[in-house]
């Protein structure tokens, strides 16, 4: 099958190329940077088209690898150029804005996929990993045919709206108390910190640094275009704020009250029990 990556100079869409050429594919990509593309497709040994419209013209696959933003521009630009019975995939981390789009295109002679892949682009194997899938149209062919790219990997479904909400949680929310985390402690000497740091400090300090690895613009979209962020950050201020109060007026009875509603919650977690012990796994595999 011919497969075009729109966006394959990307950290995705280049995890994308590696993926499908190694399942015997023929991949050709487009991207906006076209000297990145152009090295990509050179050192990947694939296809470089033009633009959008050439990529896309005779493929039985179309994946669109973009940012958040422009991915509906992107769809609806690639919409009345893909040939009948092709497959249109968007790989986007937010659905709001992308699943009306996808609902038009699939009246069309067309199959849509919504998925959402829960691992970056470090994933060597899809063993173990989990994708997410958005139904749009048809949920069980949808599904059946999400499976049939990507057999290994376990594939959840979630509607958009929840999928977008819990996103907030598991992404904007990590991601904005990493970076502050960072944003405090490259303030100090880190080479200092990281002699005296225990197991708490260096875990920490190993998930933030590889949050700021990634590309800002990501981020910035992750947070501004999910419109549950701000409900859930407000949250976590409140907390933060009514937790510092008590550490300040050195309040033991509230902090000791406000940590038991906590555990009540997490303990109801069957892998709770094992959370200190999984902690000291994760280092032992660094």
């Given at each position: 099958?011919?497969v075009?990556?729109?966006?394959?100079?990307?950290?995705?869409g280049?995890?994308?190329?590696?993926?499908?050429?190694?399942?015997?594919?023929?991949?050709?990509?487009?991207?906006?940077?076209?000297?990145?593309?152009?090295?990509?497709?050179?050192?990947?040994?694939v296809?470089?088209?033009?633009d959008?419209?050439?990529?896309?013209?005779?493929?039985g696959l179309?994946?669109?690898?973009?940012?958040?933003?422009v991915?509906?521009?992107?769809?609806?630009?690639?919409a009345?150029?893909?040939k009948?019975?092709?497959?249109?995939?968007?790989?986007?981390?937010?659905?709001?804005?992308?699943?009306q789009?996808?609902?038009?295109i699939?009246?069309?002679?067309?199959?849509?996929?919504?998925?959402?892949?829960?691992?970056?682009?470090g994933?060597?194997?899809?063993?173990?990993e989990?994708?997410?899938?958005?139904?749009?149209l048809?949920?069980?062919?949808?599904?059946?045919?999400?499976?049939?790219?990507f057999p290994?990997a376990?594939?959840?479904?979630?509607?958009a709206?929840?999928?977008?909400?819990i996103?907030?949680?598991?992404?904007?929310?990590?991601?904005?108390?990493?970076?502050?985390?960072?944003s405090v402690?490259?303030?100090?000497?880190?080479?200092?910190?990281?002699k005296?740091?225990g197991t708490?400090?260096?875990?920490?300090?190993i998930?933030s640094?590889?949050?700021?690895?990634?590309?800002?613009?990501?981020?910035?979209s992750i947070?501004?275009?999910?419109?549950?962020?701000?409900?859930?950050?407000?949250?976590?201020?409140?907390?933060?704020?009514?937790?510092?109060?008590?550490?300040?007026?050195?309040?033991s009875?509230?902090?000791?009250?406000f940590?038991?509603?906590?555990?009540?919650?997490?303990?109801?977690?069957e892998?709770?029990?094992?959370a200190?012990?999984?902690?000291?796994?994760?280092?032992?595999?660094?």
């Amino acid at each position: 099958m011919k497969v075009a990556i729109i966006g394959g100079a990307g950290r995705m869409g280049k995890w994308l190329v590696k993926y499908f050429l190694g399942r015997g594919h023929a991949v050709i990509i487009s991207d906006i940077k076209h000297d990145e593309a152009k090295a990509v497709a050179i050192s990947m040994d694939v296809k470089l088209a033009k633009d959008n419209i050439e990529a896309v013209k005779d493929a039985g696959l179309c994946v669109v690898s973009t940012p958040i933003e422009v991915t509906p521009k992107v769809l609806r630009e690639i919409a009345s150029e893909v040939k009948e019975a092709a497959i249109v995939m968007e790989i986007s981390s937010l659905k709001s804005g992308v699943i009306q789009v996808l609902e038009e295109i699939g009246r069309r002679n067309v199959k849509i996929l919504s998925i959402h892949p829960l691992f970056g682009p470090g994933a060597d194997k899809l063993t173990e990993e989990k994708i997410v899938l958005v139904p749009v149209l048809e949920p069980t062919s949808e599904t059946r045919l999400v499976r049939r790219f990507f057999p290994e990997a376990d594939i959840i479904v979630v509607e958009a709206e929840e999928h977008d909400r819990i996103m907030a949680l598991t992404l904007s929310l990590p991601h904005f108390l990493n970076i502050v985390f960072a944003s405090v402690v490259s303030e100090e000497d880190l080479n200092v910190l990281k002699k005296l740091g225990g197991t708490t400090f260096t875990l920490q300090s190993i998930i933030s640094e590889g949050v700021m690895t990634e590309d800002p613009g990501l981020y910035a979209s992750i947070q501004m275009s999910n419109k549950y962020t701000v409900r859930y950050l407000e949250k976590f201020i409140s907390r933060a704020e009514t937790l510092k109060e008590y550490i300040a007026r050195k309040d033991s009875k509230n902090f000791f009250q406000f940590y038991a509603n906590i555990l009540s919650s997490l303990i109801k977690d069957e892998e709770f029990s094992r959370a200190y012990e999984r902690m000291y796994k994760v280092l032992e595999a660094l």
